[in-house]
């Protein structure tokens, strides 16, 4: 069975701090993304990653940076909490190829106050 | 136009009751095409993908009409437990990136 596991399921930070979110997968999956989820906006995404160190820019990777060392571990990167970044935010994994389906971590609700 | 669009519902059902759901996609180069569940405050889980020529997984029936580009996702006998939101998920960027529908809310009723 699939295993995407997200740091935490609840984190709340300050206006300002740098926030880390990591996520690690057990299933050697090239492919990782992160997406936030907010009410009537469904999923979004902000960045992924086909490969180590490779990275490439969702729909919205304002205010956002990734990092991608190992290929079981993609991490998500607020450089200065703002509070419109309160959300859901999900992990996902997937093997390479157009036809795969993503397998989600449990998620992490973020509150910036 | 969205690329993905969904009727939000919520479709209300007795229990035992057919329903369907549809899911439109504007780009008519999309490739790959896949039903999700959600559940309150958790994650999307995978429930089906869908073929070019349909495909069944119990009580659940997936169609793609690519002429009219819409997926179906049909659920005989519904079940208290099929109560959730259903995201369809289309792939029409090529490589690796997929668009999310925001979701059709589904609530099963004694």
């Known amino acids: 069975d699939v295993k995407v596991t997200q740091s935490s399921r609840y984190l709340v930070k300050r206006t300002g701090e740098k926030v880390f979110l990591e996520c690690v997968q057990d299933?050697?999956?090239?492919?990782m993304f992160w997406y936030r989820q907010d009410p009537g906006l469904g999923l979004r995404l902000i960045y992924f990653?086909?490969?180590?160190?490779?990275?490439e820019k969702g729909d919205i990777p304002e205010g956002y940076s990734v990092s991608r060392e190992k290929k079981e571990r993609f991490s998500l990167i607020l450089e200065s909490a703002s509070t419109n970044q309160t959300s859901m935010y999900l992990c996902?994994?997937?093997?390479?190829?157009?036809?795969?389906?993503?397998?989600f971590g449990d998620g992490t609700r973020l509150s910036i106050l | 136009r969205k690329e993905v669009e969904q009727d939000p519902g919520p479709f209300n059902v007795p229990e035992g009751a057919t329903v369907a759901f549809n899911c439109t996609y504007s780009?008519?180069?999309?490739?790959?095409f896949f039903w999700y569940r959600q559940d309150c405050r958790k994650e999307p889980k995978l429930l089906m993908s869908?073929?070019?020529s349909g495909n069944e997984d119990g009580r659940f029936t997936a169609q793609l009409n690519r002429a009219s580009q819409y997926i179906s996702l049909l659920i005989r006998d519904s079940k208290l437990s099929d109560s959730a939101t259903y995201l369809c998920?289309?792939?029409?960027?090529?490589?690796?990136?997929?668009?999310f529908g925001t979701g059709t809310k589904l609530q099963v009723i004694p």
């Open positions: 996902a994994s997937s093997f390479a190829g157009s036809n795969q389906p993503q397998h």
């Open positions: 299933m050697d999956h090239e492919n």
């Open positions: 990653s086909y490969d180590v160190k490779m990275k």
């Open positions: 780009n008519s180069a999309s490739q790959s």
């Open positions: 869908v073929y070019s």
């Open positions: 998920v289309v792939n029409s960027r090529g490589y690796q990136k997929v668009t």
